[in-house]
T-cell receptor
């Protein structure tokens, strides 16, 4: 079945550590996105990528980094520079080839700083 | 100005009433619009999309689009407690970038 897989589902980070969240899709979508969601809040865009080897900062990119070496993969690294990383992280992808193309979401990764 | 704007709410409606959720967008190049529902702790799921001016109905849900006013809405008829969730509006400019609003929290009171 096609879809987006995020791993791990839960992640704990110690102060000062970098951690990487995985996002893989087998939908053959060109565009991929990372969002952060805090409790009771909406989605805030961290980074997005429209093609391989290219990505753009979203609204809250500071303290995060991404790579897009393969079409199906868009990992997000939460660096030690991100002072308040505890949140729910959602990865999404979309085709964009057609007018009605929606964004599909993974199941999310819940990151907690310990 | 945010590209897609929504009132964060919460919007409270009694059970059985019509819930009206609104969204405005700034990019006139936006071609398609989507409504997602997100339950707490879960990922968003698509409810409806619309790309032509006017209304589109699907069961208890009606999406409305007014491109001249850059306005999209979602009506939920006969609201149920199970409709309580955050509703996200999204716009697609037609070239691989889907932009989301921050969502409106809906509470349906039994």
């Amino acid at each position: 079945d096609g879809g987006i897989t995020q791993s791990p589902k839960y992640l704990f980070r110690k102060e000062g550590q970098n951690v990487t969240l995985s996002c893989e899709q087998n939908l053959n979508h060109d565009a991929m996105y990372w969002y952060r969601q805090d409790p009771g809040q909406g989605l805030r865009l961290i980074y997005y990528s429209q093609i391989v080897n290219d990505f753009q900062k979203g609204d809250i990119a500071e303290g995060y980094s991404v790579s897009r070496e393969k079409k199906e993969s868009f990992p997000l690294t939460v660096t030690s520079a991100q002072k308040n990383p505890t949140a729910f992280y959602l990865c999404a992808s979309s085709s964009g080839a057609h007018r009605n193309t929606e964004a599909f979401f993974g199941q999310g990764t819940r990151l907690t700083v310990v | 100005q945010k590209e897609v704007e929504q009132n964060s709410g919460p919007l409270s409606v009694p059970e059985g009433a019509i819930a009206s959720l609104n969204c405005t967008y700034s990019d006139r190049g936006s071609q398609s619009f989507f409504w997602y529902r997100q339950y707490s702790g879960k990922s968003p799921e698509l409810i409806m999309f619309i790309y032509s001016n006017g209304d589109k109905e699907d069961g208890r849900f009606t999406a409305q689009l007014n491109k001249a006013s850059q306005y999209v809405s979602l009506l939920i008829r006969d609201s149920q407690p199970s409709d309580s969730a955050t509703y996200l509006c999204a716009a697609n400019r037609g070239y691989q970038k889907v932009t989301f609003g921050t969502g409106t929290k809906l509470q349906v009171i039994p």
